[in-house]
């Protein structure tokens, strides 16, 4: 399911890459502060053993408050960040996220638009990194020329064993975004 959204999010990402060639390189900084709600499906072992001698793991899911903060910049189509996040749960204790997005933006106005995007990095549960990738999609408004509010989410599948316990296997979240804008040619 996940190839089947990745490759036409990265179609769309590259429609409008000629569009405005002069200015593809003219550039906003950005850093947002991030808070929102984060789901999580992952892996417990319920202490039982199948015919075979493995473990029997179970599907549990759980929901917790996260915050974030991302930093990258935004040309007229594209954004492009570097972000981490992190959530505690009582289920698998602290989630630390550490990746990038690609966005590519549709403009509503000249004060909002929508982002479709994808996303990947390493996600660290009990000391150890596990890959992930996944979309995301929302939309941007412009309090002024200097500050801005994003509202989005994003799904993310984790790249782990079958019969990993304790182990994270996709995140869900919807989040609020504070926006600071730096305008300089980069």
């Known amino acids: 399911m996940l190839r089947k959204l990745v490759l036409p999010a990265f179609l769309?990402?590259?429609?409008?890459?000629?569009?405005?060639?002069d200015d593809f390189f003219q550039s906003t900084g950005l850093i947002g502060i991030e808070a929102g709600y984060m789901g999580t499906?992952?892996?417990?072992?319920?202490?039982?053993?199948?015919?075979?001698?493995?473990?029997i793991m179970t599907q549990e899911s759980t929901s917790?408050?996260?915050?974030?903060l991302k930093m990258g910049a935004e040309s007229e189509f594209y954004r492009a960040f570097v972000e981490g996040r992190w959530w505690s749960t009582s289920d698998y204790n602290d989630a630390i996220t550490i990746g990038g997005a690609l966005q590519y933006l549709i403009p509503l106005n000249n004060k909002m638009n929508i982002f479709l995007g994808v996303n990947g990095g390493g996600l660290n549960v009990?000391?150890?990194?596990?890959?992930y990738a996944g979309v995301d999609a929302g939309m941007n408004f412009d309090l002024n020329d200097n500050l801005g509010l994003e509202v989005g989410t994003?799904?993310?599948?984790?790249?782990i064993e079958d019969d990993e316990p304790e182990?994270?296997?996709?995140?869900?979240?919807l989040y609020v975004s504070v926006i600071f804008k730096f305008?300089?040619?980069y």
């Not at 917790?64 to 974030?68: A, Q, R, T, Y």
């Not at 182990?167 to 979240?173: E, G, S």
């Open 12 to 21: 769309l990402l590259g429609m409008n890459a000629n569009a405005a060639d």
């Open 41 to 55: 499906e992952y892996q417990a072992y319920d202490g039982t053993y199948d015919v075979n001698g493995n473990k």
């Open 64 to 68: 917790s408050l996260s915050l974030g």
């Open 126 to 131: 009990k000391s150890e990194f596990d890959p």
């Open 154 to 159: 994003r799904y993310s599948h984790v790249f």
């Open 167 to 173: 182990k994270i296997d996709h995140f869900y979240q």
């Open 183 to 185: 305008h300089n040619d």
